[in-house]
């Protein structure tokens, strides 16, 4: 999909998930998340096919999913690939505080992310799992104007997911065109970078 295939335009797209948004959202606080977090019913999500049968097989799986190559890989860019460990830093999203999984799924995600992911200590996953895995959520074939910037944050504490159109960017309009903000700080009033997806079936 590309803007040259008259598909919509980034501005568009992120406009589209604004308007499917709750407007009731999660307000930021002390305990996070530090910005605003929207949430959208997952059936008035407007991105690809694909990319809802993920969040569906993210949410229905009973063990760990990861369409890596190799398991240890903290950077695939393939379509449901877990790429690491998640630290929630800044906190965009809530933060959890328990940590440890109250499911057997829970536990087997977090025993897959220490034992696969624990490198990605660099890029914030410490030497334990958080309870956050972070997930490839494009591809570089869809969205020609940067699809493959799709991210998935998924809770296996509390089975929540949440999804970046912009690999953690937040943005703003000018005009008609879209411009990117890297980083916006706490309770600045720029979108959080992150929508909370909800009641996925």
């Known amino acids: 999909m590309s803007e040259r295939d008259g598909k919509k335009s980034s501005y568009e797209f992120i406009k589209a998930l604004e308007e499917a948004a709750d407007p009731d959202c999660v307000k930021a606080c002390k305990q996070g998340p530090i910005l605003d977090l929207y949430r959208i019913d997952f059936r008035y999500l407007p991105v690809d096919a694909r990319i809802k049968q993920l969040m569906r097989t993210l949410m229905q799986s009973t063990a760990p999913y990861d369409c890596s190559a190799i398991a240890t890989s903290i950077g695939d860019d393939t379509l449901g690939a877990m ?57 570089l074939d869809a969205y020609g104007w940067g699809g493959n910037r799709f991210r998935i ?22 005009g008609s065109q879209l411009e990117t903000v890297d980083k916006p700080a706490a309770f600045s009033g720029h979108p959080n970078p992150f929508f909370w997806i909800t009641d996925i079936k």
């Open 153 to 174: 944050v998924f809770d296996y504490l509390n089975a929540r997911l949440y999804f970046a159109p912009l690999h953690y960017a937040s943005w703003r309009f000018s």
């Open 83 to 139: 790429r690491q460990i998640h630290s929630n830093t800044p906190c965009y999203l809530p933060q959890l505080t328990a940590q440890q999984p109250a499911s057997a799924r829970g536990q087997l995600y977090h025993t897959y992310a220490q034992a696969n992911k624990h490198h990605s200590a660099d890029r914030g996953g410490g030497n334990c799992a958080t309870g956050y895995v972070e997930y490839t959520a494009g591809d």
